[in-house]
């Protein structure tokens, strides 16, 4: 079975552009989350997508948006890109949401470098 | 507020050593606990979970943690490292019903030949 999957694996975006990243998750996996991992910090949480909806909202401003495809797939939306938006972007997919047993699979990443 | 605190945040140790890095969490509820491990250039993975039951876990490569509910611990442990545990570790936790996945800010592990 294919783990989950993000393209691009590396990006340089000038600040103001935007840059949208995208994320197939495992197949029969439902859910999708986002995360944002700096250097030297654990990953923080942006979003979470089941069944196509929103679940929930991590505290990033509006310029990151989301969403998630019929095929469960999902893209991630950064407007308007600032330096401090340079991190490496992480997809985890899961089967449902934070009921007991779920548990999440990390994608590799993508690098954003904003200059 | 919820949040994971990792007491280490980088240790050194040589090959044999025995292991074990700290974790507390703050969360009022039922949790989903987890260890991942991210190697030099490689993604996230998942060393070992907590969900119910047992409250010491097992994991892969010869890691277990141990569930102190008393205490709002998660400790992971290890009898004897090898050069290749060298990685970053996180711990995590998950609110059961909740959205998201609460990381450590990670402890940087290195392990002397």
């Known amino acids: 079975d294919a783990g989950v999957t993000q393209s691009p694996t590396h990006l340089i975006k000038t600040r103001g552009q935007h840059v949208t990243l995208r994320c197939s998750p495992i197949?029969?996996?439902?859910?999708v989350s986002w995360y944002q991992q700096v250097l030297g910090q654990g990953p923080q949480f942006i979003f979470q997508?089941?069944?196509?909806?929103?679940?929930g909202r991590g505290n990033f401003p509006d310029r990151f948006s989301a969403r998630q495809f019929p095929n469960y797939s999902s893209e991630l939306n950064v407007n308007a890109l600032l330096l401090g938006d340079s991190a490496l972007y992480l997809c985890?997919?899961?089967?449902?949401?934070?009921?007991?047993?779920?548990?999440?699979?990390f994608g590799s990443g993508t690098r954003l470098t904003v200059v | 507020a919820q949040s994971v605190s990792q007491h280490n945040h980088h240790v050194i140790l040589s090959e044999a050593a025995s292991l074990e890095l700290g974790c507390n969490y703050s969360?009022?509820?039922?949790?989903?606990l987890f260890w991942y491990v991210q190697y030099p250039g490689q993604h996230l993975q998942l060393l070992l979970k907590?969900?119910?039951?047992?409250?010491l876990v097992k994991g892969i490569k010869g890691f277990e943690a141990e569930f102190i509910k008393s205490k709002f611990s998660f400790n992971l442990r290890k009898p004897s490292v090898q050069w290749s545990d060298t990685a970053e570790y996180f711990c995590?936790?998950?609110?059961?019903?909740?959205?998201?996945?609460?990381f450590g800010k990670g402890t940087r592990l290195h392990i002397l030949p």
């Open positions: 985890a997919s899961s089967y449902g949401t934070g009921g007991i047993g779920y548990g999440y699979t």
């Open positions: 197949s029969g996996h439902k859910s």
């Open positions: 997508y089941y069944e196509k909806e929103e679940r």
């Open positions: 969360y009022g509820g039922t949790v989903n």
């Open positions: 907590y969900f119910s039951g047992d409250p």
């Open positions: 995590a936790v998950n609110g059961v019903g909740g959205d998201k996945i609460i």
